[in-house]
C-alpha cells in the first residue's frame, strides 16, 4: 500500500478528513460505526460492515452494518458469523477485491431478504499487529467495480483505524482505572472517617448509659447505640462492594441484583444488609436455594403481606448461613384475601420447606416487635 500511487487531491484530502473524524471519537462503538461510515463516504460504496473477530479470531462476534435501516436489518435474520466470502479475510487476512461476490468460488450466498449485492472490497483492520476486525464494502455506485486507487484509500483508514481503535480501548482502560481508585478512596474514606467516628460516637454513647438516670433515657440510649450498630454493619457492607470491584458474580451481587429486581413487583426498595463472610462461606448449591426461597419471600410480601417496608439479611455464623426476610404487613394471621396466612402452602413457600430441609436446615415464621412476618431460612455449611 503506498498513498504516493494517489495523485488526486481530493481524495487525499477526503482520507486526512475520515482520519481525522474516526480519531476524534474515543467511545469504542461510535467510533467504529463512524468507520465504516467513512469508508463508505470515501470509495462511494452503497454498504458497509465492520465484523469484528472473536477472542480467538475464528468468526465474527460483532457486526455493525451501514447502508440498511433497522427493519432490513432485523428482516434478514442473523448476523453473519464469517463464512464464505467474508470468511476468507479471517483465515487470510488481506485485502480482497471482487467484481462480483456472488461470482467467488467460496460465495455462501445471500440470506432471503438480503438486498443483492456485486462489487465486493474487504481490508483487515489489526491493533498492534493482530487482526482486530474486516472492513467489508460493497456495491460501488455508479462503477462496476471498486478501483485499486478505492482499495489504497480504504486500506489507508484502516491502519488509522487500528490507532483510534488502540486508543478507545487504552482510554476506556484509564477510566475504568480511574473508577476502581475511586471506589477505593471512597471504601478508605468509609472506614478511615466514618465508621471510626460512629465508634467513637457509640463508646460515648454506652458510657452515657450506665450512668444515666433520668426515666427512659437509658433505654433510648441503648436504642441509640444498636442503630450505630446497624450503621456500622451496612458500611462494613458497602465497602466490601466497593472493593471486591466485581472481578466475578458473588452470591451479594446476585441478592443484591435480584432485590432490585424485585422492588418491581413489591412497589418499594427493600432494605438489604450482610453479616459475615458471605461470598467465601456459602457453596454453589446453597447460593442457588437461597436465592430461590429469597425470589419466593419476597414475591410473597408483594403478594399478600400489604407491606410498606421489607428488610432483607444474609448472614454467615457459627457454620450457619441464614437468610431473613422481614417485612412490615399485614402478619401471619390475615392475608390480603382477609384469610389466614400460615407458613405452609397459604405463603406459597412449601418449596422454600422443601429447600431447607434438602440440606438439613430449616425454615420458620415469627411475628417481630413492631409486627409483620419475620421469614428465616437457615441451612448449615461445609455440605
Not at 97 to 111: K, V
Request: aromatic content about 4%; some cysteine.
Amino acid at each position: 500500500m503506498s498513498l504516493l500511487r494517489i495523485d488526486d487531491p481530493v481524495k487525499l484530502r477526503r482520507l486526512m478528513s475520515s482520519m481525522l473524524l474516526i480519531e476524534a471519537n474515543l467511545a469504542l462503538p461510535a467510533l467504529l460505526r463512524r468507520l465504516v461510515e467513512e469508508a463508505c463516504a470515501m470509495v462511494g460504496a452503497r454498504y458497509g460492515a465492520l465484523g469484528v473477530l472473536n477472542p480467538d479470531r475464528s468468526a465474527l462476534d460483532e457486526f455493525i452494518v451501514v447502508g440498511m435501516d433497522d427493519d432490513e436489518v432485523a428482516g434478514i435474520g442473523s448476523l453473519p458469523t464469517g463464512r464464505g466470502v467474508l470468511g476468507l479475510l479471517i483465515s487470510d487476512p488481506r485485502p480482497l477485491r471482487l467484481p462480483d461476490i456472488a461470482a467467488h468460488p467460496e460465495s455462501f450466498g445471500f440470506p432471503a431478504n438480503h438486498p443483492p449485492m456485486s462489487s465486493f472490497l474487504g481490508v483487515p483492520i489489526k491493533v498492534r499487529d493482530a487482526v482486530y476486525g474486516n472492513l467489508y464494502l460493497t456495491d460501488k455506485v455508479g462503477w462496476g467495480e471498486f478501483t485499486e486507487d478505492d482499495q489504497v484509500l480504504v486500506e489507508a483508514l484502516a491502519v488509522s483505524a487500528g490507532i483510534a481503535i488502540e486508543n478507545a480501548q487504552l482510554h476506556n482502560r484509564v477510566q475504568e482505572l480511574a473508577v476502581l481508585d475511586d471506589r477505593d478512596r471512597i471504601a478508605r474514606d468509609l472506614h478511615d472517617a466514618v465508621i471510626q467516628r460512629l465508634f467513637a460516637v457509640g463508646l460515648a454513647l454506652q458510657g452515657m448509659v450506665r450512668t444515666a438516670s433520668a426515666t427512659g433515657l437509658s433505654e433510648r440510649l441503648t436504642k441509640a447505640v444498636a442503630d450505630i450498630d446497624e450503621t456500622i454493619r451496612q458500611i462494613r457492607s458497602t465497602i466490601f462492594e466497593l472493593t471486591s470491584h466485581g472481578e466475578a458474580q458473588s452470591l451479594r451481587a446476585d441478592v443484591l441484583t435480584l432485590v432490585r429486581e424485585l422492588d418491581a413487583i413489591t412497589g418499594f426498595e427493600s432494605m438489604v444488609r450482610f453479616d459475615g463472610p458471605v461470598d467465601a462461606a456459602v457453596g454453589d448449591e446453597i447460593a442457588q436455594e437461597l436465592l430461590s426461597t429469597l425470589r419466593e419471600a419476597l414475591t410473597n410480601v408483594a403478594r399478600h403481606a400489604r407491606a410498606s417496608a421489607a428488610q432483607v439479611t444474609v448472614s454467615v455464623a457459627d457454620g450457619w448461613c441464614t437468610l431473613e426476610v422481614v417485612d412490615d404487613g399485614v402478619g401471619i394471621a390475615a392475608s390480603a384475601d382477609g384469610g389466614t396466612r400460615t407458613d405452609g402452602g397459604g405463603m406459597g413457600l412449601v418449596n422454600a420447606q422443601r429447600r431447607a430441609e434438602k440440606l438439613k436446615g430449616e425454615l420458620a415464621f415469627s411475628v417481630p416487635e413492631g409486627g409483620g412476618t419475620a421469614l428465616t431460612w437457615r441451612v448449615p455449611l461445609g455440605r
